[in-house]
C-alpha cells in the first residue's frame, strides 16, 4: 500500500475498490474481510488501473468485481470503458517473474500474450456458499428420514 501514498503525494488522484473476501465466506468469524481488489489512480488526462490478483484453492488467479460503492464519484474515469472488472474472473495461474518499475517490485506473467488470450474466456461466478450449505443439510437431513 505504500506505492498508493507516493502516486498521490506525486499528484496522482487514486481510488481503492474493496470487498468481503469470498474465500472466507464459509467462515462466520472472518467473512466479513475486507481485500483490496482494484485501484485507479489518474493524473491530467490518463489513468492507471491496477487489478490485484487473489491466490485460490484450485491452483488459479481471481479478481475481484469492480462494484462502486455509493460514495464514489462515478465521473472518475469512465468506468465502463475499463477491460477489468465488469465481472470477477479466473486465470489459469501463470508462470510469473518480478520485476521493478520505478522501484517497485511486481509479479507480472511470463507469457503475457497467454494471459492476456485467456480474458474473453475468464468470467469468473462464485459459489452461493450458505445456499449450498442449506441445500446439503436439507438434503443430508432428507436421507436420514428416508433411510429410517
Request: charged share 25%.
Amino acid at each position: 500500500e505504500g506505492w498508493f501514498r507516493i502516486a498521490e503525494n506525486m499528484g496522482f488522484q487514486c481510488l481503492k475498490i474493496e470487498s468481503k473476501d469470498p474465500r472466507l465466506d464459509g467462515i462466520d468469524s472472518l467473512s466479513g474481510t475486507e481485500i483490496p481488489l482494484h485501484y485507479i489512480c489518474t493524473l491530467a488526462s490518463h489513468a492507471v488501473h491496477l487489478v490485484v490478483f487473489h491466490e485460490r484453492s484450485g491452483n488459479y488467479l481471481w479478481h475481484g468485481h469492480l462494484r462502486l460503492k455509493g460514495h464514489i464519484d462515478r465521473k472518475f474515469v469512465p468506468f465502463r470503458k475499463l477491460q477489468f472488472g465488469r465481472y470477477p474472473g479466473a486465470f489459469d495461474r501463470p508462470e510469473l517473474q518480478q520485476i521493478t518499475i520505478d522501484g517497485l517490485e511486481v509479479l507480472i506473467p511470463k507469457d503475457p500474450m497467454h494471459f492476456l488470450e485467456e480474458i474473453p474466456h475468464s468470467r469468473f461466478i462464485e459459489c452461493r456458499y450458505k445456499e449450498a450449505r442449506a441445500f446439503f443439510q436439507v438434503r443430508d437431513n432428507q436421507i436420514l428420514y428416508f433411510s429410517n
